[in-house]
């Protein structure tokens, strides 16, 4: 899986669809920093966005990556805002890529036991989401089956 | 008041005295306990504010308030101070610091946070606007902070592992 990772990166970085980072950007745009109002009675909406602490040089697209795993209608709004902003309609596709980069790295590093233990939660949960036809539930230490896919 | 006994989803006991320590406070008090989710407000000190959040978020949602923030993050929102008339979503401000024992404490964010789970079962209309307000706040970041920003290059150099200038390449 990794290596295949490897190959699409490069096949769309010489395509030219990957670009060099352009903005700076959160780089941790996730729901647990996403904070909404708190009255139940009316529609959810993004207040404030917290946690800073790994800004960095980013993309739209990389910035946007958890926006697939949210629903099409939360990827495909923000493509049209963007592009109403900016005039650049993102691709969407380079966006899920950027998710499954996500993905993967978030793998490698608990494969290299860089995260702790309370993480493998989240991790069964990762590949429930990228690899739906497996059940994920049982995952423990090894993710040699990930890999293997 | 006395200090109740961990239990899951609850800041252990010395978890707590370990951040009161840090924030000099002692008196405090824990909010939803029994819930699936704890809260801890130091009450002591000037001003109230929470010290901790759970990680462990099995209902809906948890408040979000002041939080100490690492001096990087301090700084990215110093960089951000000058723009908040023009930022879709509020921005947390430094409220107080102490650079000297790197404590930094971001201003009180009222609202809730979503599991994953919560944000993909939100309405269509919820969804619109989330990824709207998603697109805004990261066009209003890049215009904020621009890539060639030397406030930006001088900060993340000082603070972090990988120099810019390889990251940015």
Redesign the interface.
Known sequence: MRSYQVQQYMQLQRSGHIT???????DD??????????NSND???????????R???ST?EQ??RR?P???D??????????AR??GIVLDENIIRFWDRVHFVNFASNYALRSFPG?SRQVLS?ELQRVYPSNDWREVTGEISYAYSK | MSVETAQPGRISDTKVHTLLKDFGGSRYRHIHPGEGRDIVVVEDVTTPYIIKKT?A?PDR?F??TR?R??M??AG??KL?VDHLDDAP????TVIDEDPISGLFI?QY????????G???S??????????????????W??KA???D?SD?RQL?NSH?RSH?DK???
């Open positions: 060099a980072r352009n903005i700076i950007g959160h745009l996730k729901p647990s920093n996403y904070v909404f109002n708190n529609d959810l909406v993004l207040t404030s966005v917290i946690d800073y602490e800004a960095m040089p739209p910035e946007l926006t795993q949210h629903g209608e939360v990827l495909h709004a923000a493509i049209d805002e963007h902003l900016t309370d949960t | 990680s978020v949602a408040d979000t939080m923030i690492p990087y993050e990215i929102l951000l979503v509020a921005i947390p971001a964010m009222p609202g809730i946070t979503l599991t994953d919560q944000v993909a939100m309405k269509t209309s919820e969804k619109d606007s989330l990824g709207r307000k998603l697109a805004q706040y990261v066009h970041f890049s902070i621009p890539l920003s930006f993340y972090t810019y990251r940015a390449a």
